[in-house]
């Protein structure tokens, strides 16, 4: 099992761009989240995705589009990139029990 | 308005040494409080967690302790090894039709065990 794959691993975008950050897991897990992490912030939650076909706001979701494409897949867009959505995005899923796995994380620079 | 605070920022320790890094959290509806360990270019993995309804949990080398009536809770590194220097995250979270769906974390503490 992969567990959590992101793609890409590394981004730079210039203001104004656009980009889908890819995000599929293979633990057949219900929920999906996307977190962003930003120096001495911890992470924040942007969207999540409780079941197939529902998608959420979490703390953080200005700037920031999701589509949960089926049970796998959770996408996160950037329809217009702005330098404060520089970070490291990261995905995560859950199942049945309490714990969310995490992704290795997508590093945007927004120039 | 942060609702998990966590101390310190940075923490330095000897190897052997037992490492203490504390949260604190506002929201009297957390029910569920787990701790990350995140190493450098690599996503947090879940280390522990603790519900309320027990003061203590223990697997291994790491404890968490829970002061419910503080909300505080805290994790302890015994003999404290160079390959736990990583970043640790606190969380908290309310319970929702048996999930776990928005951790509110704290901002971390970098754990450094010196050899």
């Known amino acids: 099992n992969a567990g959590v794959t992101q793609t890409p691993k590394f981004q730079v975008l210039k203001t104004g761009q656009s980009m889908t950050l890819q995000c599929a897991q293979d633990?057949?897990?219900?929920?999906m989240y996307w977190y962003r992490q930003d120096p001495g912030m911890g992470l924040r939650l942007i969207y999540y995705s409780a079941s197939e076909g529902t998608t959420d706001k979490g703390e953080v979701p200005n700037g920031y589009n999701v589509s949960r494409l089926n049970k796998r897949e959770f996408s996160l867009r950037l329809e217009s990139a702005a330098p404060s959505q520089t970070s490291v995005y990261f995905c995560?899923?859950?199942?049945?029990?309490?714990?969310?796995?995490f992704g290795p994380g997508t590093r945007l620079t927004v120039l | 308005q942060q609702q998990v605070k966590q101390s310190p920022q940075s923490l330095i320790v000897q190897k052997g040494g037992i490492s203490i890094i504390n949260c604190a959290y506002e929201n009297t509806a957390f029910d569920y409080f787990p701790w990350y360990q995140q190493f450098p270019g690599k996503g947090p993995a879940l280390l522990i967690a603790i519900r309320p309804d027990v003061s203590e949990k223990k697997e291994g080398r790491f404890t968490i302790s829970f002061n419910k009536s503080a909300k505080q809770f805290s994790l302890h590194i015994m003999d404290s090894q160079p390959g736990d220097s990583a970043t640790y995250f606190c969380?908290?979270?309310?319970?929702?039709?048996?999930?776990?769906?928005?951790?509110?974390f704290g901002k971390g503490t970098l754990l450094t065990v010196n050899p």
């Open positions: 969380a908290a979270s309310k319970m929702s039709g048996g999930s776990n769906y928005k951790l509110t």
């Open positions: 633990m057949n897990h219900n929920s």
């Open positions: 995560a899923s859950s199942g049945l029990t309490d714990t969310q796995y």
